[in-house]
């Protein structure tokens, strides 16, 4: 049930790294994404549709559609593919299993509700805070699929909110205290850290970890475009070790715990653009794995491309890890506005020493930012399990290019290890508007300040600690 060719796929794609990688040292790291756009071609459909109506579907916000939506897709696969419609109207559902060629769209005035009871998201192979388990299916999920899509400019509403699916989080300040997921997460950390396969790592009922909203796994060829996500247990797109994937003018406006808007996981040629994230965790989290499970897999996320995206409230408006033990690299965020009170971070790296791996190739150019409550760049080592491991961190080979940011706490938070420290770090034309306090930097070699200015003056790359 588990086996994949993502050996075969990963060597395959390795030849693009290769290019990439030639491409910075020949002076010029922009010229990757040129390569990367090339490769990232949305998926094709044959021109028939197949309207949800047709199988029993009432879009009257009462009737559980889940059945009908079920049948339209099976009848769309086996006919080679098309178009699974969503009629205009409230549409209640539980799990959505996509499969290959079948296009789910939903039209402006459409908007599908998930309805939330537990017993509708049966237990499939899913991932959960970089580990895999068997637990609860994400709301919308497929699984070793090739050539998906959602589009369309309606609305997927998860209903998570303080009475529903966000209490299980267990933190404090939403809902009254009852059964959360401290325990299965734990659990699973153990299983993970143990060796225990994947088929026996069991939660779902009585384990209170949320499911994901949208996430494909292990597909190739997806394509997220136009609508608008809200209201979800978790994170709300987070394609796993999948490839070819593109995320175009979505909307997502959720600020319920671990809300992160966009999560590609161990996913390579990626491509995120347009899109407007309002979210209660980070805005963009690139994620590879965690601990002993990301060492087992070792899939690496690569060849990511941000740009004109809008991040409003967030932990971070582009972040790497905290899942990153498979390794991150050769990701460029370019035109992007960031702006909020809430928003804590324009970019940021969070890892630790039981987490490990390499994060490198990091390229951002042409950012306009107007507030961030935190540090605008943002290097974190001491996330969670901190210096406590034996598996430090590698952070090397960050470019920020053309920033500018009009309020903040501080410029830069740049800490490494002594034993592990940060390299080569270069900003060039940056400005730093109403900073509050001075730059914390520690442990780094290669630090670049090339006309960046903080609070008016020049900034001089000082002698690390």
């Not at 290019?19 to 020949?26: L, M, N, P, Y």
């Not at 990701?331 to 940021?348: I, T």
């Not at 290097?379 to 901190?386: F, S």
């Not at 006309?451 to 003056?457: H, L, P």
Request: hydrophobic content about 35%.
């Amino acid at each position: 049930m588990f086996s994949c060719s993502r050996r075969e796929a990963f060597a395959i794609l390795g030849a693009a790294a290769l290019r990439a990688s030639r491409a910075q040292t020949a002076g010029d790291p922009w010229a990757g994404v040129d390569a990367i756009r090339r490769r990232i071609r949305p998926p094709q459909f044959p021109d028939r549709d197949f309207p949800i109506t047709n199988y029993g579907a009432k879009p009257d916000g009462r009737t559980d559609c889940t059945e009908a939506i079920r049948s339209a897709i099976d009848a769309a696969a086996s006919a080679g593919g098309g178009r699974v419609v969503i009629p205009l109207g409230v549409t209640m559902t539980g799990a959505v299993h996509l499969k290959s060629n079948v296009h789910l769209y939903l039209p402006k005035e459409a908007t599908v509700r998930f309805l939330p009871d537990p017993k509708l998201y049966p237990l499939v192979l899913t991932r959960f805070e970089g580990i895999e388990c068997m637990n609860y299916s994400p709301f919308v999920y497929a699984y070793n699929a090739q050539n998906i899509a959602i589009t369309g400019g309606g609305t997927l509403d998860g209903q998570a909110n303080c009475d529903q699916w966000w209490p299980w989080s267990g933190k404090a300040g939403c809902g009254p205290a009852g059964p959360n997921q401290r325990k299965a997460r734990a659990a699973l950390l153990d299983m993970a850290e143990k060796g225990v396969p994947v088929e026996k790592r069991v939660f779902g009922e009585g384990g209170y970890l949320r499911p994901m909203f949208v996430q494909p796994y292990r597909s190739a060829n997806v394509l997220i475009e136009g609508i608008t996500i809200t209201n979800s247990p978790m994170y709300e797109m987070h394609p796993v070790l999948c490839r070819n994937v593109t995320v175009r003018d979505v909307t997502v406006s959720s600020h319920g715990p671990n809300n992160d808007g966009c999560d590609p996981e161990s996913s390579t040629d990626v491509l995120i653009e347009g899109c407007v994230f309002d979210t209660g965790d980070d805005c963009i989290a690139i994620k590879c794995g965690r601990n002993a499970d990301g060492r087992r897999l070792h899939a690496p996320s690569e060849n990511i491309v941000i740009q004109n995206c809008t991040m409003k409230d967030g932990h971070g408006g582009v972040t790497l890890g905290s899942e990153c033990t498979g390794g991150i690299r050769n990701v460029y965020a370019q035109d992007c506005r960031m702006d909020s009170p809430h928003l804590e971070r324009v970019l940021r790296f969070k890892d630790n020493a039981m987490r490990g791996g390499v994060i490198e190739n990091i390229y951002m150019r042409n950012i306009e930012a107007g507030q961030v409550a935190g540090p605008a760049i943002d290097v974190d080592l001491n996330y969670e399990e901190g210096p406590n491991g034996p598996y430090p961190p590698l952070v090397r080979n960050v470019r920020v290019e053309n920033l500018t940011l009009r309020q903040c706490r501080k410029a830069l938070s740049l800490r490494g290890y002594p034993s592990a420290p940060l390299r080569d770090f270069v900003l060039r034309h940056c400005t730093f508007e109403h900073a509050a306090e001075p730059n914390a930097i520690e442990h780094i070699t290669g630090l670049i300040l090339e006309d960046v200015r903080i609070n008016g003056e020049v900034a001089q790359a000082s002698r690390p600690a």
